[in-house]
């Protein structure tokens, strides 16, 4: 007796072999995918911080009666420095979440991001 074959389309194994590569493929790009995000988002806040201290130096090279600590809080912040800043409202806000403490013009991240 001759059995009849198809040659079409794969097999349930091909298929299965198929998806286990591509688990495999995704279990290892995700940690790598998240560590870039993470890198990512601190350097965004280091530029901002950054940018913000150069705001500082602008302004008290600008006068130099200007004392840095009168920039007790951001609302002082921005009204004597905020146009030496591009967009006050992204440079002052933690790309990781928050937003920035500043104290005798030293401003700081409240996820601990330095520069």
């Not at 007796?1 to 688990?23: C, N």
């Not at 602008?58 to 006068?63: F, I, L, N, S, V």
């Not at 004392?67 to 912040?77: I, K, S």
């Not at 990781?96 to 330095?114: L, R």
Request: aromatic share 8%.
């Amino acid at each position: 007796m001759k059995m009849f074959r198809k040659e079409e389309g794969f097999t349930l194994v091909e298929l299965m072999v198929v998806v286990l590569i591509i688990g495999i493929l995704v279990a290892v790009a995700i940690p790598v995918f998240n560590a870039a995000s993470s890198t990512a988002r601190q350097r965004a806040c280091q530029a901002n911080l950054r940018t913000l201290d150069g705001a500082v130096e602008q302004w008290r090279a600008a006068a130099p009666t200007n004392d840095p600590a009168t920039l007790d809080t951001l609302a002082a912040a921005n009204t004597a420095i905020g146009g030496y800043v591009k967009d006050w409202a992204k440079s002052t806000v933690c790309p990781a979440g928050g937003s920035y403490t500043v104290t005798d013009g030293t401003f700081a991240c409240p996820n601990g991001h330095t520069y």
